[in-house]
């Protein structure tokens, strides 16, 4: 076992490893090929080899969303580095610890016109939370400065609840010297925070709901927590919360249903609402807010103001886990008032109304009925899953019937990436990794199934209505003669060529009875190889089949 002999290369290897990173994915290339052989041969690091640099970076997002942990990509020189900026933009977003390792030419290259060179230090800007250059150190400063700058990098990438980073190593030539026997011992700075009790904090906001008459929990997106989710359906018993399945949950709560105009004219805006989380799909729910006079207090994981729904004024930094025990604890003890018993007990009454339309809605063949299948089959799975969603109308169908967990790259929300993101979960975990996917979505991110680490356990349902169907349900735009070609995209497009091609199960539906057996099969047959159901739906039955929902709502009032 040997690793490369470039100084800086080293550093970072051994740093890697002592701050505990044990997963990295690799993309090709000469310049960064002494990086990739470093990762490779250290014993504590998995590494998976992906070529398209833009996959990549969404194949480490996955990974260390499935494991907590940070993650390397590493690219080579050029404009290679370019292409991980959606994945880098989305961890940026979902705080997730992404350590980007790019190669570099030496600095007295750069901008002289010799291949693959470009000026690489702030290329990803303000969506690091770090960016350090690793120059090949020629002294003990300069050994000292690395150290100290890797460190530093490391720290960055999982402080705040995590954060992508970028380190930057120039290589000199020669490339391919593989004859160090063993990593440097390097001094590993580790970085302590102090205990933090939020027991005053949630005396403090029990206090200010049982002052409200109207108060209200909405719970954005958040990482995983498994272990509150018992809180959350008591805390719910004497506060509404509002969630999507971006976040651990104990229900579906249909609230956008509830909130349509006119749909509950008796239902008043809230006057103190604690947002919990970050991001909200609902733009019902955000207008909703924004446009009352609530006043708002904030939980995040993050420092930093984050004024979401435009009242904040009280701001904790902490997570859900760390929060929602003590506010549990706290509103146990404290009695609301009786306006706000009677807001609890009218949101309760409503969404539980909604929550029976939408069992019990038979939507025509449609994605909407594919979803609500795929969701109906999932609760009776044996084994353990994960499932993951793409953005647009995949993830509003998730918030209709996934009562669960959800993935979903909704940090910035790109088309890009949702396929790769799920495939690298794959990649990490023992679960059935499910891909719930629109069809540009899929087609833009395809090169997720080119890879040769991908396994069984990976399984898609693709709903492929031939464009962007969400397009449809925006107002005014179908009145341009662009919309359908160039702002939907529309196409006549199928995966059957790019599953042959990649040794992908392929099954389509064009029925109802199609899909039903084909989910079933999606979801049973024992292979080791991915599959896929392509489900044709039509885009104009797709919006009738939630118009159909939301007017069975307004006819039971």
């Not at 290369?9 to 690799?26: D, E, F, K, P, Y």
């Not at 690489?120 to 050994?143: F, H, I, N, W, Y």
């Not at 209709?400 to 690298?424: D, Q």
């Amino acid at each position: 076992m040997t690793y490369c002999n470039k100084t800086n290369i080293n550093i970072l290897t051994s740093l890697l490893v002592q701050h505990g990173v044990r997963h990295a994915v690799v993309c090709p290339g000469s310049r960064n090929a002494a990086i990739v052989h470093n990762l490779y041969t250290a014993p504590e690091i998995h590494t998976v080899a992906v070529t398209d640099e833009r996959s990549a970076g969404f194949y480490a997002l996955g990974m260390a969303q499935a494991t907590g942990s940070a993650v390397v990509v590493c690219v080579t020189s050029g404009s290679a580095l370019h292409n991980v900026m959606p994945a880098v933009a989305e961890a940026h977003y979902r705080h997730v610890p992404l350590i980007v390792v790019s190669a570099d030419r030496p600095q007295a290259w750069i901008d002289q016109y010799d291949g693959q060179t470009a000026c690489q230090p702030g290329t990803l800007g303000s969506m690091v939370a770090k960016c350090v250059q690793l120059q090949e150190p020629t002294d003990e400063e300069g050994r000292w400065y690395c150290n100290r700058i890797v460190n530093e990098a490391l720290l960055a990438a999982c402080s705040d609840g995590g954060a992508p980073v970028h380190i930057n190593v120039p290589v000199s030539e020669p490339l391919f010297d593989f004859s160090v026997t063993a990593l440097p011992q390097e001094r590993y700075i580790r970085e302590g925070l102090p205990g933090r009790d939020y027991s005053s904090w949630a005396q403090l906001t029990a206090q200010r709901m049982a002052c409200a008459k109207r108060p209200l929990i909405i719970y954005g997106r958040d990482s995983r927590h498994k272990d509150i989710a018992h809180a959350i359906g008591r805390i719910g018993k004497k506060v509404t919360v509002l969630h999507e399945a971006l976040c651990e949950h104990h229900d579906i709560t249909p609230f956008d249903m509830v909130l349509q105009q006119g749909a509950a004219p008796e239902l008043l805006p809230p006057d103190f609402v604690l947002h919990i989380g970050d991001t909200l799909v609902s733009k019902t729910l955000k207008r909703w807010i924004r446009e009352s006079e609530a006043e708002v207090w904030q939980a995040d994981a993050t420092e930093g103001v984050h004024d979401l729904l435009t009242h904040l004024t009280h701001k904790v930094t902490g997570t859900a886990a760390e929060v929602l025990p003590p506010l549990c604890e706290a509103l146990d003890k404290t009695e609301m008032s009786a306006e706000a018993e009677e807001y609890h007990s009218l949101w309760q009454q409503l969404t539980d109304r909604a929550r029976r339309l939408t069992e019990d809605y038979q939507p025509p063949f449609s994605q909407m009925a594919a979803v609500r299948y795929f969701e109906q089959q999932l609760e009776d799975m044996f084994y353990d899953w994960q499932v993951h969603y793409a953005n647009s109308s995949a993830i509003r169908l998730a918030n209709l019937f996934a009562a669960h967990y959800v993935w979903c790259n909704r940090g910035i929300n790109g088309i890009e990436g949702s396929l790769s993101t799920a495939a690298g979960h794959s990649t990490v975990t023992g679960d059935m990794v499910f891909c719930v996917i629109g069809d540009l979505s899929f087609f833009y991110d395809q090169n997720a199934l080119w890879n040769q680490h991908l396994r069984g356990n990976l399984r898609i349902l693709l709903l492929n209505n031939g464009k962007g169907g969400i397009f449809d349900t925006l107002p005014h735009l179908n009145e341009s003669p662009a919309a359908q070609q160039y702002v939907a995209a529309a196409h006549h497009t199928t995966a059957q060529g790019i599953c042959t091609q990649n040794d992908i199960g392929y099954l389509k539906a064009r029925n109802m009875e199609e899909m039903q057996t084909g989910i079933v099969t999606l979801m049973t047959a024992d292979t080791q190889r991915p599959m896929l159901i392509e489900v044709f739906t039509d885009s104009d039955t797709d919006h009738e089949a939630v118009r159909q929902l939301y007017r069975q709502w307004h006819d039971m009032k």
